[in-house]
């Protein structure tokens, strides 16, 4: 059973940085994108990074030159480097990753439990 366990939240001060872990751990036969989506409260969930296999990446522009994302495929763990945070950051962030199992099971996606970011002014 594959299980995502998301770390680094915490509550901060605006231009603070933050660094968030999720370690991806039991059956995987092939790890794909990485991703991490946020939410905050009374707002949709957005897509803050995404890391391909490749390594190629993605950013919402929001977020774009203060945060980066990176991955560790030996240890299966993606990783979100926050600095520059803005009280606009505040959220839940949750990592999202697309995996297969076993040789014969379908690719599908994983999420975590998500873990809280709250920048204070």
């Known amino acids: 059973q594959v299980q995502l366990v998301e770390s680094g939240g915490g509550l901060v001060q605006a231009g603070s940085s933050l660094r968030l872990s999720c370690a991806v751990s039991?059956?995987?036969?092939?790890?794909?994108?990485m991703t991490w989506f946020r939410q905050a409260p009374g707002k949709q969930r957005e897509l803050v990074a995404a890391i391909e296999s490749s390594g190629s990446t993605n950013y919402a522009d929001s977020v774009k030159g203060r945060f980066t994302i990176s991955r560790d495929n030996a240890k299966n763990t993606v990783y979100l480097q926050m600095n520059s945070l803005k009280p606009e950051d505040t959220g839940r962030y949750y990592c999202?990753?697309?995996?297969?199992?076993?040789?014969?099971?379908?690719?599908?996606?994983?999420w975590g439990q998500g873990t809280q970011v709250t920048v204070s002014s």
């Open positions: 039991g059956s995987i036969f092939s790890l794909g994108a």
């Open positions: 999202i990753v697309h995996l297969r199992e076993t040789y014969l099971a379908a690719e599908r996606d994983y």
